[in-house]
Nanobody
Framework: QVQLVESGGGLVQPGGSLRLSCVAS????????IKWYRQAPGEQRELVAT???????NYADSVKGRFTISRDNAKNTVYLQMNSLKPEDSAVYYC???????????WGQGTQVTVSS
């Protein structure tokens, strides 16, 4: 069973930056896209960014130009670099495997991001 573990969240002021990490228990990037989702209290889970097996990236309109998804195959890790953070970016962030519009596996514990002055 492949596991993904998120980390890197925290409290940051508006305009600040954070880098989230998603570490996989095995080398899965050649067969799975990796997606970052977020969920704020009382809101539905939202797809934020995707990196495909081929290395293509996609972003939600709300984060384009501010967030960057990348991966390090040697470390089995996908990153989400978040810059120019806004209070509305506050949420629990999750990573998960997928392919196209499908997602595979179960949700992890996520990592909390709070943007506040």
């Amino acid at each position: 069973q492949v596991q993904l573990v998120e980390s890197g969240g925290g409290l940051v002021q508006p305009g600040g930056s954070l880098r989230l990490s998603c570490v996989a228990s095995g080398n899965i990037f050649s067969v799975n896209d990796i997606k970052w989702y977020r969920q704020a209290p009382g809101e539905q889970r939202e797809l934020v960014a995707t990196i495909t097996t081929g290395g293509s990236t996609n972003y939600a309109d709300s984060v384009k130009g501010r967030f960057t998804i990348s991966r390090d195959n040697a470390k089995n890790t996908v990153y989400l670099q978040m810059n120019s953070l806004k209070p509305e970016d506050s949420a629990v962030y999750y990573c998960i495997r997928g392919r196209g519009i499908l997602i595979f596996g179960s949700w992890g514990q996520g990592t909390q991001v709070t943007v506040s002055s």
